[in-house]
């Protein structure tokens, strides 16, 4: 896919978004920069999504085609999030959706650009935290992931080949992303506890959003890690 058919068929989406979507569902920028010489890699995602519409589309599929523009990248996770996150019409396999399409783990498929997710909480997930305020709120974690202590920048204690990077992670997944509502995260804890579990300020669980088999799983007398695989085989 090259430049020119990227921009024309993010255009197409940003015309169906103004047309039918409006403020519920969030549009991420083509660009990274007003110089225009970086694609935004969330919208990258949804322009290849969209691509393919109503079919099946791998997540190493997706993480190929990112690596085109960001070569160091790892694992592509944009597709959950612009679903959940965003409000996108995104269904996704490792999630259970209910769908035509029989998606398997790690599977997503764009059904439409003209209705939100059905299960759409972006109005509840409004980004009001700066990343001078994030980069603060990590100070007061001594940079480490609240939930399972990893350090960023070092090897991540859950899986040794990665790099800890820090993300905000929601503590709430149903409200907003504002202070008070968001504690350093690892992508490896945000990944495994998705969108199912709500956390006090020191990232431990003391809730969940849905399936009980989930939180059975976190009250196991097993390793953090070993509790990491046990809920994403959950999610297969």
Request: net charge positive; charged share 30%; hydrophobic share 30%.
């Amino acid at each position: 896919m090259n430049t020119d058919t990227i921009i024309t068929l993010y255009e197409e989406i940003c015309e169906n978004h103004t047309k039918f979507l409006g403020d519920d569902v969030s549009l991420p920028k083509l660009f990274k920069n007003d110089k225009k010489n970086q694609f935004n890699k969330r919208a990258l995602v949804l322009v290849y999504l969209y691509s393919k519409i109503g079919i099946a589309v791998s997540k190493e599929e997706l993480t190929i085609f990112i690596r085109k523009f960001y070569p160091k990248t790892n694992d592509v996770q944009d597709g959950r999030h612009l679903s959940r996150q965003s409000g996108w019409n995104i269904l996704s396999g490792g999630r259970n959706d209910d769908n035509d399409l029989s998606l398997k783990k790690d599977e997503y498929s764009l059904i439409s650009i003209k209705t939100p997710y059905p299960g759409n909480v972006s109005k509840h997930r409004k980004v009001g935290f700066k990343d001078k305020d994030f980069n603060k709120l990590k100070e007061k974690y001594n940079y480490g992931c609240a939930t399972c202590g990893s350090k960023e920048g070092k090897h991540n204690l859950l899986n040794s080949s990665v790099i800890t990077k820090l993300t905000k992670g929601h503590m709430d997944p149903e409200k907003e992303l504002i202070p008070g509502n968001i504690i350093p995260q690892c992508d490896e804890c945000n990944r495994a506890y998705q969108d199912k579990f709500v956390f006090n300020n020191s990232g431990r669980v003391i809730s969940q959003t849905k399936d009980r088999k989930m939180l059975n799983v976190l009250n196991e007398n097993i390793s953090d890690k070993d509790k990491i695989i046990k809920m994403r085989n959950l999610l297969s």
